[in-house]
């Protein structure tokens, strides 16, 4: 049923027959449907830079998850930050931090993080967590233990608290580092 409707669509668009930004956009939705991410973000983002397509909080979260779900983590990346600049949204920053680490960029992606953290994001615990993350890929172990910390306030994080702060320990002390 969807692949039908996609290839109408397609069509229909290949032959200059959709104009309208709602006709767009259920195109865009449609690749989105039939897990073809990637040509549903670059399909939003061709026409949101042409104008055609009105650049708001809906159309950019769109292009940012399609292009985390295509992976393209950098250019999710950037659009979650558009998305967290036009809206001061604190989990706009939280999965721009989570796409920086897809990607290992750990210095951006704490910066992320931090300013998540910084406008009160919904479940600090879990971007404490992702810190950790970060932190700990750095071998900063005593910023990574810092935010473990932070993370155990929450009771609900304790079995991966627990997991992670026998295994900070052990790194930095391997490191000669005291935490």
């Known amino acids: 049923e969807f692949g039908k409707s996609l290839t109408t669509l397609q069509l229909a668009y290949s032959q200059g027959y959709l ?60 659009y979650y930050g558009e998305v967290a600049k036009l809206t001061n949204d604190a989990d706009a920053y939280r999965r721009q931090g989570s796409a920086y680490s897809a990607v290992q960029k750990y210095n951006e992606a704490i910066a992320a993080y931090d300013k998540a953290l910084s406008m009160n994001v919904d479940k600090p615990s879990g971007v404490y967590m992702s810190l950790v993350d970060a932190y700990f890929y750095q071998k900063k172990y005593k910023e990574a233990y810092a935010a473990l910390m932070n993370a155990k306030k929450d009771p609900a994080m304790s079995r991966q608290v627990r997991g992670w702060e026998s295994y900070i320990k052990d790194k930095a002390k391997q490191n000669g580092i005291t935490l």
Do not use: C, H, W
Not at 19 to 45: C, G, H, V, W
């Open 19 to 78: 104009e309208k930004d709602s006709e767009i956009r259920m195109l865009a939705q449609m690749y989105a449907n039939n897990n073809i991410p990637y040509k549903a973000a670059t399909t939003m983002e061709k026409y949101m830079k042409s104008g055609l397509v009105k650049k708001d909080k809906t159309n950019l979260t769109f292009i940012a998850s399609n292009y985390q779900a295509a992976r393209e983590f950098l250019k999710a990346a950037n």
